[in-house]
């Protein structure tokens, strides 16, 4: 039943627990030591009146070898004033209580206690009835009526306090549970709506404690949650974007080949063949992504040789760069030095920043591909004198799907996801990928990696 107790009922009984149990000790540490000074005093007071009828009690003793017949003497002892009860006490009010040798009550002034031991405190207050060496009995004094009355309502007033006590610990701690509960409360409305969807919901954070630290957290979350989504909704976007294209280039020329609008021919199956490489390429485009970001891209680990790596790459896009005319030139500033890294991958890097080059640079132009080494780390570069990137496509270039010239780029058979896919390569290496760029001028793609890289385990 309490786990299902709200929080402020919680604080409140847990505030009550604390003042009932502090007021508990106090009590109980108030009326002992209230009752033991009371008890010291009285014993005080009465010792030469008690030691004054030790005599006539060992006499008794030694007569008649028992305490049977002691309450008469007792009563005749103390007359001088009667209690209420008509029991013996003296003129102020003392009560004596008689044990015999094994501390048993044989009379006290109520009869109450007859048949009780005494305890060990009683027992040290007491004063023994000797007869010769032997002790036969013990006499005290029980509390006066008048002392049991003053403890007693000492009692009561701290029960009085406590009840007082109390009822304000539990005014307090409504009060400060209903402040301590209230922003908890509003994280968990929070939570039930950004959990049904309301992504967009932000918390008011006011306080600077934990409870405050904990909502600018659960913001931070939400905000980051919103971004995810967004980002999620755009990536669908555009993979649906990016599939129609050569979907609808394939649609169109199976219905003109079917309907005989075209032949069958190997020209009018060439555009068929593009687009099912294009889809394939960004398939696998796709994947790689997809396994980056689940930190899964499997890279293996071997001794690469940049210079080596240049020089394949380069010699296979030859070709294809004689075909546009452009020129194509490798510089190595000396041999390099090896570095730990996935071959393949790093090939890949190569070529997509070359396919780029080659791509978007004009007939005529110049590329050239760059190795270095310097004190930190070595690695690659590709320069063209193209184009360029304008100052607002440059910060998104590395954005997955971002094309600077969106119709020149599509034409010419890019994704818009080589860029973003380079830049996970080469981080995953533990090593950077830069652009530097001018219009009219053109661009420079750098690639530099650590001399002993930290490869992560993607
Ligand atoms: P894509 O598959 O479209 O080439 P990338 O991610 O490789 O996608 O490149 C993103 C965009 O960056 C390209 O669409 C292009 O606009 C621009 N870009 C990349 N390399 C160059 C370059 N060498 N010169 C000019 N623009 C470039």
């Known amino acids: 039943m309490f786990k299902r107790a709200t929080l402020a009922v919680k604080l409140m009984l847990a505030f009550l627990a604390v003042v009932a149990l502090a007021m508990g000790a106090i009590a109980a540490l108030v009326d002992r030591s209230a009752a033991q000074h009371f008890e010291d005093y009285v014993s005080v007071s009465a010792r030469p009146r008690l030691a004054a009828s030790l005599p006539a009690l060992a006499d008794h003793y030694a007569r008649t070898g028992s305490w049977a017949g002691v309450d008469a003497l007792l009563e005749a002892e103390?007359?001088?004033?009667?209690?209420?009860?008509?029991?013996?006490?003296?003129?102020?009010?003392?009560?004596?209580?008689?044990?015999?040798?094994?501390?048993?009550?044989?009379?006290?002034?109520?009869?109450?206690?007859?048949?009780?031991?005494?305890?060990?405190?009683?027992?040290?207050?007491?004063?023994?009835?000797?007869?010769?060496?032997?002790?036969?009995?013990?006499?005290?004094?029980?509390?006066?009526?008048?002392?049991?009355?003053?403890?007693?309502?000492?009692?009561?007033?701290?029960?009085?306090?406590?009840?007082?006590?109390?009822?304000?610990?539990?005014?307090?701690?409504?009060?400060?549970?209903?402040?301590?509960?209230?922003?908890?409360?509003?994280?968990?409305?929070?939570?039930?709506?950004?959990?049904?969807?309301?992504?967009?919901?932000?918390?008011?954070?006011?306080?600077?404690?934990?409870?405050?630290?904990?909502?600018?957290?659960?913001?931070?979350?939400?905000?980051?949650?919103?971004?995810?989504?967004?980002?999620?909704?755009?990536?669908?976007?555009?993979?649906?974007?990016?599939?129609?294209?050569?979907?609808?280039?394939?649609?169109?020329?199976?219905?003109?080949?079917?309907?005989?609008?075209f032949e069958l021919t190997r020209e009018n199956?060439?555009?068929?063949?593009?687009?099912?490489?294009?889809?394939?390429?960004?398939?696998?485009?796709?994947?790689?992504?997809?396994?980056?970001?689940?930190?899964?891209?499997?890279?293996?680990?071997?001794?690469?040789?940049?210079?080596?790596?240049?020089?394949?790459?380069?010699?296979?896009?030859?070709?294809?760069?004689?075909?546009?005319?452009?020129?194509?030139?490798?510089?190595?500033?000396?041999?390099l030095p090896p570095v730990l890294g996935d071959a393949q991958r790093l090939e890949q890097v190569l070529g997509n920043l070359l396919s780029n080059a080659l791509r978007y640079t004009p007939a005529g132009a110049r590329v050239v591909v760059r190795g270095w080494c310097d004190e930190d780390g070595l690695g690659f570069s590709v320069e063209d004198n193209g184009p360029g990137i304008s100052p607002e496509d440059l910060p998104h270039i590395f954005e997955r799907f971002y094309r600077a010239d969106q119709a020149r780029a599509r034409a010419a058979g890019g994704s818009g996801l080589g860029l973003s896919i380079a830049k996970r390569l080469v981080e995953a290496h533990g090593g950077e990928l830069t652009v530097r760029s001018e219009l009219e001028v053109g661009s420079t793609f750098a690639v530099r990696l650590p001399k002993a890289p930290q490869n992560r385990p993607y």
């Open 78 to 261: 103390f007359a001088r004033g009667k209690g209420h009860g008509g029991q013996a006490e003296d003129g102020r009010g003392l009560q004596p209580v008689l044990a015999d040798a094994e501390g048993r009550v044989v009379y006290d002034g109520s009869g109450r206690d007859v048949g009780n031991v005494l305890g060990s405190a009683d027992l040290r207050r007491a004063q023994p009835i000797r007869v010769g060496a032997e002790v036969v009995g013990y006499l005290l004094a029980a509390r006066g009526a008048r002392e049991q009355g003053f403890i007693d309502s000492l009692g009561r007033s701290i029960l009085g306090w406590g009840l007082i006590a109390g009822v304000v610990a539990l005014l307090l701690g409504a009060l400060l549970a209903r402040r301590m509960v209230k922003p908890i409360r509003q994280l968990r409305d929070a939570a039930r709506r950004v959990g049904s969807g309301e992504l967009d919901y932000r918390l008011s954070v006011s306080s600077g404690d934990e409870i405050g630290e904990l909502g600018a957290q659960f913001n931070q979350m939400a905000a980051a949650l919103q971004e995810d989504e967004q980002l999620r909704q755009r990536m669908m976007a555009d993979i649906a974007h990016e599939l129609r294209t050569p979907l609808a280039v394939m649609r169109g020329q199976v219905e003109a080949l079917l309907d005989g609008v």
């Open 269 to 335: 199956i060439l555009p068929l063949h593009d687009a099912v490489l294009l889809l394939g390429r960004l398939v696998d485009d796709l994947r790689d992504l997809a396994l980056a970001d689940a930190g899964r891209l499997p890279l293996e680990a071997d001794e690469v040789r940049i210079d080596a790596l240049i020089s394949r790459v380069t010699s296979a896009y030859e070709h294809a760069a004689s075909d546009k005319g452009l020129s194509l030139h490798v510089e190595l500033a000396e041999p």
